[in-house]
């Protein structure tokens, strides 16, 4: 079956908040992708669709001069298809459309498998902000900060 690229809308939440729960990202909930999927500019969330699925999102946001990605994630069985690296070349397409000079974005340091999809597409790593995210056991795990250079319009 055919992956198709779509702008998500009201009518994917519910499915988009499924799929984070099955990404480990379950503060991603309906309200959480609701910014993304309401029409606003300044935030979207890009999908790729096969058939009626979901099976992969990604959350980009305008912050004045940059943009952000805040979240990304493919479905657990469709993984190392290339799904994400096409999502997140969409997603900087968009960034350069919105004329954003860098696009940022905060991942836990032991997600080595997300650093090495952005190292892919030349992100390269700014610096950690110490112990930004919670674990379930009480204890806080460093973000490596991360960015990419947009070309210019
Ligand atoms: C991280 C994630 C989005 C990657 O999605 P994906 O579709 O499997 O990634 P791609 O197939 O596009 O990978 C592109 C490249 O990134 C790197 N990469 C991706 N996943 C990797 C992994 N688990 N381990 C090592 N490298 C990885 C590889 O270099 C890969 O190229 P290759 O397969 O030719 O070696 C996916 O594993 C996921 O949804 N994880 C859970 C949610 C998450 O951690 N999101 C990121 C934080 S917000």
Redesign the pocket.
């Known amino acids: 079956m055919s992956v198709v690229l779509a702008q998500a809308g009201l009518s994917d939440l519910k499915a988009l908040a499924t799929l984070a729960k099955e990404?480990?990202?379950s503060r991603w909930t309906e309200e959480a992708f609701y910014p993304g999927c309401r029409g606003d500019e300044s935030e979207i969330v890009l999908v790729l669709r096969e058939g009626a699925s979901i099976i992969?999102y990604a959350v980009m946001a305008k912050e004045y001069d940059n943009c952000a990605l805040y979240?990304?994630?493919?479905s657990p069985e469709?993984?190392?298809?290339?799904?994400?690296?096409?999502l997140l070349a969409e997603g900087l397409i968009w960034g350069q459309n919105q004329a954003c000079e860098r696009c940022l974005l905060e991942?836990r340091a032991s997600?080595?498998?997300?650093i090495?999809?952005y190292e892919?597409l030349g992100f390269v790593q700014d610096g950690l902000r110490k112990r930004y995210y919670p674990n379930s056991d009480g204890s806080r795990e460093d973000a490596v900060l991360m960015s990419k250079k947009l070309e210019t319009q």
Not at 71 to 74: A, E, K, M, R, S
Not at 78 to 86: D, Q, T, V, W
């Open positions: 990404c480990g990202e992969a979240n990304i994630g493919v469709k993984r190392r298809k290339g799904l994400a690296a096409r991942v997600n080595t498998g997300a090495g999809l892919c």
